[in-house]
């Protein structure tokens, strides 16, 4: 199967010939669908804090950090914008050299709105002889265009998000890594008045990224009265995924190596793995808003983590108690009630279990990572949302699904899928650490049968392609998930360059 040439190849990468094994087995295979017992939804796995509870939330939460909790906030960011420009390349490459959508439309119409549009205007001064507005009264469209997305201009096809213009401001205008830095001095900041903030990051943009950070850094601190420590990570080769041909062979180059693909996002959980902290938030780096909007976004952030450290509290205080044997069968139902009505987890055959077997059960079911995810209503955006799903154990458990984990053909899960009340924004806190303070080895929670397989193509030649299990999907599929309602003003999220043109990012 492999050759000598090919065992360097695995070597250099760090990935193990097993492991290539197995994910080929996987593309004759496929991934096997998830069985759900029902969407979750208010009073069914979704939290709605009474105004009570959410003082009580905040107050935890405050408590958390006054005693020293180490926190840090963590933005996946290494991804291109160049979806975001869809439609301002098609134009680009169209026959059409004025705009011919209502979105080419819409664009020059408020081009003046867009928070890069200085940028723009000099780079077209400088490349055309022209500005924005002479280049459009002249019928010059394709002009501005190239000069966003080309290398001669802004470069902005193939730069990340992270690294573009979102808002504009008096002082002037923000791009998204900068809005992140701001929300973590808000809701992440410790007790020693540090914020921690790491960006995952390609390896060609990283530099980009530092550079940005020596030249901000400095005016949030002073603006905020904090210090900042942001470090970086990139995707680790290991985690490429093999390409297959469309018999399941390895997808070979034109000089004979194996080719490997990013494994996606759910890779990061190597990345998160590696980091010490006791508490992560995590966030998209194009979820942001300027800072008129940002009150409620932090007040939930902090209402999200004070839900976090409240379950860790409870989790930690029964850990020890089972540790330490001295217990009574009402303290153990009182755990299993907090298992069933706090931490969503079912199980149909614990009546049957004796106490010492019931322990064990409970033992392994607290003792793990835990995460808490903001939900917001259903508007329609596509994505995962959230589910109660069965597990190979024969428990049911709260998990994020995307529509690839589900049976098309089961009209039943098809219907739990659309008549879905929430959708997932990627706006999680985790607790990686237990009750002593120990780190969990995150990639021991990982479910490797819910990774998914796409069709894609290289020089004219079609191939299979795998991603591993989503990060906040089954790279998290073993932890203790809870689900709190927030509200959709925290979701603004920027899918294609338009959606800058919305009020909330005005």
């Not at 867009?114 to 400088?126: I, P, S």
């Not at 459009?136 to 213009?165: T, W």
């Not at 297959?244 to 000089?255: G, I, K, V, Y």
């Amino acid at each position: 199967m492999f050759t000598e040439q090919d065992k360097q190849q695995l070597r250099q990468k760090g990935i193990s010939e097993e492991k290539v094994m197995a994910q080929l087995e996987a593309f004759k295979t496929g991934f096997p669908f998830l069985k759900l017992a029902g969407a979750a939804a208010p009073r069914r796995g979704i939290t709605i804090p009474t105004q009570r509870e959410q003082k009580s939330y905040l107050s935890a939460w405050n408590r958390y950090l006054r005693d020293g909790g180490k926190v840090l906030k963590f933005v996946p960011a290494s991804g291109a914008a160049s979806r975001m420009f869809k439609n301002l390349f098609e134009f680009l490459d169209g026959a059409a050299n004025e705009p011919d959508t209502d979105f080419i439309r819409q664009f020059f119409a408020q081009i003046h709105d867009f928070a890069f549009f200085a940028e723009l205007d000099a780079a077209c001064q400088k490349n055309e002889g022209k500005g924005v507005d002479e280049l459009v009264k002249a019928g010059a469209f394709k002009a501005v265009v190239s000069n966003l997305l080309g290398e001669q201009g802004l470069n902005y096809g193939k730069l990340p998000k992270g690294l573009l213009l979102f808002h504009n401001y008096e002082a002037g205008p923000r791009k998204p890594m900068e809005e992140h830095l701001v929300e973590g001095a808000l809701y992440a900041v410790g007790k020693d008045k540090i914020v921690q903030v790491h960006f995952t990051v390609s390896p060609e943009h990283r530099a980009l990224f530092q550079k940005l950070v020596e030249e901000k850094v400095a005016k949030y601190e002073e603006e905020y009265g904090v210090k900042y420590d942001v470090t970086f990570s990139e995707q680790k080769a290991s985690t490429d995924t093999v390409a297959a041909t469309l018999d399941n062979e390895p997808f070979r180059n034109e000089d004979g190596s194996i080719l490997f693909r990013p494994g996606g996002h759910g890779a990061l959980i190597e990345n998160l793995n590696d980091l010490d902290a006791d508490v992560v938030f995590i966030k998209n780096i194009d979820n942001v808003v300027p800072d008129r909007l940002k009150e409620t976004t932090v007040t939930y952030k902090r209402l999200i983590a004070g839900v976090l450290a409240t379950l860790q509290n409870k989790i930690f205080e029964y850990m020890e108690l089972l540790e330490s044997g001295e217990y009574t069968h009402a303290q153990l139902e009182g755990i299993i009630r907090f298992m069933r009505d706090d931490l969503g987890i079912r199980n149909p055959q614990l009546k049957m279990l004796e106490d010492a077997d019931l322990v064990v059960y409970m033992k392994q079911k607290l003792n793990r990572p835990i995460r808490v995810c903001g939900m917001v209503k259903n508007v329609g955006e596509p994505g995962g949302g959230p589910f109660l799903a069965y597990n190979e154990d024969g428990t049911i458990s709260l998990q994020i699904l995307e529509s690839s984990q589900i049976d098309k053909q089961n009209a039943e899960y098809v219907k739990m899928f659309e008549s879905g009340t929430h959708f997932n924004p990627v706006d999680l806190v985790c607790g990686l650490k237990n009750y002593k303070g120990e780190k969990f080895d995150l990639t021991k929670y990982v479910d490797p049968k819910t990774g998914f397989i796409s069709s894609k193509s290289k020089n004219g030649k079609e191939l299979k392609a795998l991603e591993l299990p989503g990060l906040w999907n089954g790279a998290m599929s073993d932890w203790n998930t809870v689900f709190v309602e927030v509200p959709l003003e925290t979701f603004n999220p920027v899918k294609t360059v338009n959606d800058l043109l919305r009020p909330e990012h005005q």
